[in-house]
Every structure is written in C-alpha cells, then in structure tokens.
C-alpha cells in the first residue's frame, strides 16, 4: 500500500509539474502577443500603447529585452504629447527611479540620472489631464501624490503648504481621499489636539456632510469651526489660483 502511494504521489507530483509549465508557456505567449501589439500599436502613434511598451522596455521579461533608453524614449514621446499616464510615470522616474507599477524594477542613477524638479512638474500636469491616469497605473490620483510628496520631503524637501494646497486640489477636483483617510492621516494617527482637529474638518469641509465631520465637529468648539471653516476658505481660494497655471482636469469634480 505504501508503494502504491508513493506511487501516486510522484504521479500527482508529475502532473503538476506538466500543468505549472503548460500555464508558464501559456502566460508566456500571452505576454508576447501583448507585446507585439503594444509594437504595433505604438508604431502608429497610439499613445497608451507607448507608454505601456515604454514600461515593458524598462521592467524587462522573458519576452522582451530590457532597454532603458528606448523605454524612456517612448515615455518621453508620449508625454509630450500630453498623455497623462506617460508624464505620470516618467515624473516618478525622474523622481526616484520608481515607475509605480507592480512587481517594477527600478532604475539607478547611471541608467536614468534623477531630475526631481521635472518629475515632480511632470505629476502636476499630469494632473490637470485626469484625475489617476488610468489605465496604465491603476488607483493612483496625480494630485494628492505631488502632496504626499511635498508632505513628505525627501529629494524635493518638505514643503507644508505645497503638500496642502494639492491636497485641496486632489479633493476639490477628483473627490480624494475620502473623509476616514483625511481624518486619519491628520487627527487619529497623531495627537489629536486642537490644530489637527481645525485643520482636519478644513479639508472635510471641502467634502459632502459625512459622520466624520459630523462626529468631528461635536467635539470642537465654535471657536474651533470657525477657524477651520476660515482656513478652509483660504485653502479653496489658493487651489482656485492655482488653476491658473495647472487647470483642473476634464469634468472635476465640483462642490
């Protein structure tokens, strides 16, 4: 009986092994046709096709060759034909050599030397096209990543009132975050006292009522709603301004 098992088991084992390689083959013909569309596609001008080739030339895989410097070529092309996703990735690129995708490799600065300044311009107006540059790179929203940039420093420095204004950009024209994010990043992850408190319920108030600003507000004073309903007003007034020089994408979203 044990010999019969065991017997199974390498059978078992053999078979599994046939499928894994019949599904790699498999995936493996579906990411060069893939490819070779995207060659096709980009050959005529097609800008979503550059730019996701462009990411496939910089990733590399079975099916294609890593090639920094015609992947960027692509972007380059596609950006400054104004196409949000190729600005969007080429900006964090020029960032940090992070291109934002899934399983990405990233670039060192003797392959792509870093341009922040650029990069950072690139995601500003990348953002004045869409609201996430979909679909190359999904769930992202250009405007509240140049805040969390600005909030966060690093390469560019710290920038508070940058990283506030794109984040009354980012919720004026696109609808994000949503209110438990901002109460989160601004009340409950740090010390909830009264300058996050106002500060927090400014940017709620750019939002539809939610339990979250009501909630919020029940625990402030009037004194405190109103200085935060004043620097809500003041933060709508710059992100209006700032209009004029990065306009709000197609169809924002209004309040």
Excluded: H
């Excluded at 800008?47 to 992947?71: C, F, H, K, V, W």
């Excluded at 250009?142 to 966060?152: G, L, P």
Aim: one cysteine or more; aromatic letters at 6%.
């Amino acid at each position: 009986m044990s010999l019969i098992g065991g017997t199974g088991c390498i059978t078992a084992s053999i078979v599994n092994s046939v499928q894994q390689k019949n599904a790699e083959r498999a995936n493996a013909e579906m990411q060069r046709k893939r490819i070779e569309g995207y060659k096709v596609a980009a050959s005529r001008g097609d800008l979503e096709a550059m730019t996701q080739l462009g990411m496939e030339y910089i990733n590399g895989s079975p099916s294609l060759e890593r090639d920094i410097s015609t992947g960027i070529t692509l972007l380059e092309q596609a950006a400054a034909k104004q196409y949000s996703p190729a600005e969007y990735g080429l900006g964090w690129l020029l960032l940090n050599g992070s291109n934002r995708q899934v399983n990405a490799r990233p670039l060192r600065a003797e392959q792509l030397p870093l341009d922040p300044l650029r990069g950072v311009e690139l995601l500003k107006r990348s953002s004045t096209r869409s609201c996430s540059p979909s679909p190359v790179f999904f769930n992202r929203f250009s405007a509240f990543d140049v805040s969390e940039i600005y909030r966060n420093g690093g390469i560019i420095g710290q920038d508070i009132q940058q990283a506030d204004l794109w984040l009354a950009r980012s919720i004026l024209d696109c609808g994000y975050p949503f209110d438990a994010a901002i109460r989160y990043k601004f009340e409950i992850s740090k010390t909830p006292d009264t300058a996050a408190k106002i500060k927090t319920l400014s940017f709620l108030l750019m939002q539809p009522v939610s339990d979250t600003l009501t909630k919020l507000q029940a625990s402030m004073s009037q004194a405190d709603i109103q200085a935060a309903q004043e620097r809500m007003a003041l933060l709508r007034q710059a992100a209006i301004e700032s209009r004029q020089q990065y306009p709000a994408p197609p169809n924002p979203r209004q309040r």
